[in-house]
């Protein structure tokens, strides 16, 4: 494990965290840098909401493939057995393993061999779980663990930032608010993607990388697009950009409906 | 198995198919008001509609304390409807004459217990950007929701929010029954990432805002008889483009 790697992670992630900052966003980087630190595939961070889901909050990549993947383990899988035991949950070779078929399956299809969960917790509670998936079989080593632990721990901390942790009324209001906000986001990223004729993966980077060049929180930004009383531009280099926005095929393969 | 519990659905539904039936009408909004008081154990309830981003509207209370507290709340410009209604997230205040309660709302507060209440639990009937209303509770005794009862108070409030926007759908002209218990699920039982994806594609591919987007949307699957979930991943995949309603631009040219 790189040290360097590991401190400068934790700098930027406690950099995210200034006054008022944007949570997903947070979670969004946090996603990105235990991929580079934990040498995995892709991570995911999903919360448990009241009604009774696990839902996705974050993801390294926003591709729908592994969206879905994240959030198929409402149903079955690693993080929905991790939040109910509170314990890490480990499955080194999706192939063999039996514990979840539908999930397994899915996981497959997706190119990952390999997946770990990882709770999300505060005292005694479980509310969430970090998710790392790899495209290789083998167990994950106790230090990439370790350091995995301490990024869920750290999304926990981040989602109960700057609010009085003792009451569990907070917790549920931050955990719902956080999740409107991701849904603020979805909608955003359709109604861009729409607009300039990309798909919903690039509609996110490019909200991501609007708000920061603006200096404001994602979901605020994405909340003023979705309103209406903000604009958002394409690509400057004008790389991404379809010339027909809505009739080009998200990506090249498909033929032409006749 | 699902983690999931269909029952929390089933038995929010029944109370509030119940309260359409001991009226003699349809089940609409101001049921899920009625409903929700016995269904999580509150004194009394209140429901909002939206007027553009502001909550305003006040269509149904349960009682005198409950008028009182929607009230105070416009007066005075504070208040935890407010607060709920500009973060998107329930507030939950379990105790107004703590010191938190008093420093947050320092007008609302006071006036609050002085009203008769000792809890006010607020509960902004959105889905992401879409704003349908407000759901408020309250207590004459302080004390939290319980897990339990959280999450069937945001069930109810899943359907308050699909009970307006339905009601909305038919003002508009569009001729359905309404959905929600009965009828097409309130859709955000089981959430889809893919739902909200295709609302904020409507909204150019229509031209019209984030709440007609997801109007039409549900509309469609239902005059189809399609999942909600099937029609947004069709648009999203761009398999599937829905275009202006025709009957509205034909009423325009008058």
Same mark, same amino acid.
């Given at each position: 494990?790189?040290?360097?790697?590991?401190?400068?992670?934790?700098?930027?992630?406690?950099?995210?965290?200034?006054?008022?900052?944007?949570?997903?966003?947070?979670?969004?980087?946090?996603?990105?840098?235990?991929?580079?630190?934990?040498?995995?595939?892709?991570?995911?961070?999903?919360?448990?909401?009241?009604?009774?889901?696990?839902?996705?909050?974050?993801?390294?990549?926003?591709?729908?493939?592994?969206?879905?993947?994240?959030?198929?383990?409402?149903?079955?899988?690693?993080?929905?057995?991790?939040?109910?035991?509170?314990?890490?949950?480990?499955?080194?070779?999706?192939?063999?393993?039996?514990?979840?078929?539908?999930?397994?399956?899915?996981?497959?299809?997706?190119?990952?061999?390999?997946?770990?969960?990882?709770?999300?917790?505060?005292?005694?509670?479980?509310?969430?779980?970090?998710?790392?998936?790899?495209?290789?079989?083998?167990?994950?080593?106790?230090? /990439?663990?370790?350091?995995?632990?301490?990024?869920?721990?750290?999304?926990?901390?981040?989602?109960?930032?700057?609010?009085?942790?003792?009451?569990?009324?907070?917790?549920?209001?931050?955990?719902?608010?956080?999740?409107?906000?991701?849904?603020?986001?979805?909608?955003?990223?359709?109604?861009?993607?729409?607009?300039?004729?990309?798909?919903?993966?690039?509609?996110?980077?490019?909200?991501?990388?609007?708000?920061?060049?603006?200096?404001?929180?994602?979901?605020?930004?994405?909340?003023?697009?979705?309103?209406?009383?903000?604009?958002?531009?394409?690509?400057?280099?004008? /790389?991404?950009?379809?010339?027909?926005?809505?009739?080009?095929?998200?990506?090249?393969?498909?033929?032409?409906?006749? | 198995?699902?983690?999931?519990?269909?029952?929390?659905?089933?038995?929010?539904?029944?109370?509030?198919?119940?309260?359409?039936?001991?009226?003699?009408?349809?089940?609409? #909004?101001?049921?899920?008001?009625?409903?929700?008081? &016995?269904?999580?154990?509150?004194?009394?309830?209140?429901?909002? #509609?939206?007027?553009?981003?502001?909550?305003?509207?006040?269509?149904?209370?349960?009682?005198?304390?409950?008028?009182?507290?929607?009230?105070?709340?416009?007066?005075?410009?504070?208040?935890?409807?407010? @607060?709920?209604?500009?973060?998107?997230?329930?507030?939950?205040?379990?105790?107004?004459?703590?010191?938190?309660?008093?420093?947050?709302? &320092?007008?609302?507060?006071?006036?609050?217990?002085?009203?008769?209440?000792?809890?006010?639990?607020?509960?902004?009937?959105?889905?992401?950007?879409?704003?349908?209303?407000?759901?408020?509770?309250?207590?004459?005794?302080?004390?939290?929701?319980?897990?339990?009862?959280?999450? @069937?108070?945001?069930?109810?409030?899943?359907?308050?929010?699909?009970?307006?926007?339905?009601?909305? @759908?038919?003002?508009?002209? #569009?001729?359905? &029954?309404?959905?929600?218990?009965?009828?097409?699920?309130?859709?955000?039982?089981?959430?889809?990432?893919?739902?909200?994806?295709?609302?904020?594609?409507?909204?150019?591919?229509?031209?019209?805002?984030?709440?007609?987007?997801?109007?039409?949307?549900?509309?469609?699957?239902?005059?189809?008889?399609?999942?909600?979930?099937?029609?947004?991943?069709?648009?999203?995949?761009?398999?599937?483009?829905?275009?202006?309603?025709?009957?509205?631009?034909?009423?325009?040219?008058?």
């Amino acid at each position: 494990m790189d040290g360097q790697l590991l401190s400068e992670a934790f700098v930027e992630l406690t950099d995210t965290m200034v006054a008022d900052f944007d949570i997903i966003d947070f979670l969004h980087v946090l996603t990105s840098r235990s991929v580079e630190l934990l040498d995995v595939s892709a991570a995911g961070l999903l919360l448990a909401d009241p009604r009774g889901e696990l839902r996705v909050v974050a993801a390294s990549s926003e591709a729908a493939r592994l969206l879905e993947l994240f959030q198929l383990q409402s149903d079955q899988g690693p993080c929905l057995d991790c939040f109910r035991s509170g314990h890490p949950v480990a499955a080194p070779d999706l192939a063999s393993d039996q514990r979840w078929p539908k999930f397994a399956a899915v996981a497959g299809q997706a190119g990952f061999s390999a997946v770990q969960a990882l709770p999300m917790r505060l005292r005694d509670q479980v509310i969430g779980a970090l998710n790392l998936f790899r495209a290789t079989p083998g167990a994950f080593d106790a230090d /990439s663990v370790h350091i995995g632990q301490a990024l869920a721990d750290v999304a926990t901390i981040g989602l109960l930032h700057e609010r009085n942790m003792r009451r569990s009324d907070t917790l549920n209001e931050q955990l719902q608010t956080a999740l409107n906000s991701r849904v603020i986001i979805e909608q955003a990223k359709g109604k861009l993607a729409e607009r300039l004729g990309i798909d919903v993966n690039q509609a996110f980077s490019l909200l991501r990388d609007q708000a920061r060049n603006r200096n404001q929180r994602l979901s605020d930004l994405a909340r003023a697009f979705v309103d209406g009383t903000q604009t958002i531009s394409g690509p400057a280099s004008g /790389s991404a950009r379809a010339s027909r926005p809505g009739i080009r095929q998200p990506r090249p393969g498909p033929r032409p409906a006749s | 198995m699902s983690f999931y519990d269909g029952r929390r659905l089933a038995r929010v539904w029944g109370l509030i198919a119940e309260q359409a039936a001991g009226r003699g009408g349809r089940v609409a #909004a101001a049921d899920v008001c009625a409903a929700v008081v &016995p269904g999580v154990q509150v004194t009394g309830a209140w429901l909002s #509609a939206a007027l553009d981003a502001q909550a305003g509207h006040l269509m149904q209370v349960t009682d005198e304390v409950s008028r009182q507290l929607a009230e105070l709340q416009l007066t005075l410009g504070e208040g935890p409807l407010f @607060d709920a209604s500009a973060s998107g997230g329930p507030v939950l205040a379990s105790d107004l004459a703590n010191g938190e309660s008093w420093a947050r709302w &320092p007008g609302f507060a006071p006036a609050a217990s002085q009203a008769g209440a000792a809890a006010v639990f607020a509960f902004p009937l959105v889905v992401g950007a879409i704003r349908a209303g407000v759901l408020g509770l309250y207590r004459d005794r302080p004390g939290s929701l319980s897990d339990f009862q959280l999450g @069937d108070a945001l069930t109810f409030a899943d359907t308050a929010t699909m009970l307006l926007l339905d009601a909305q @759908d038919q003002a508009g002209g #569009a001729t359905r &029954p309404g959905g929600g218990p009965g009828g097409q699920p309130a859709g955000l039982a089981f959430y889809r990432a893919e739902i909200d994806q295709a609302t904020g594609m409507l909204t150019e591919q229509l031209g019209v805002n984030i709440t007609d987007a997801f109007v039409r949307l549900r509309a469609y699957a239902y005059v189809n008889d399609l999942q909600l979930a099937d029609v947004a991943r069709d648009i999203v995949a761009r398999r599937l483009r829905l275009f202006p309603d025709p009957d509205l631009s034909l009423g325009d040219e008058t």
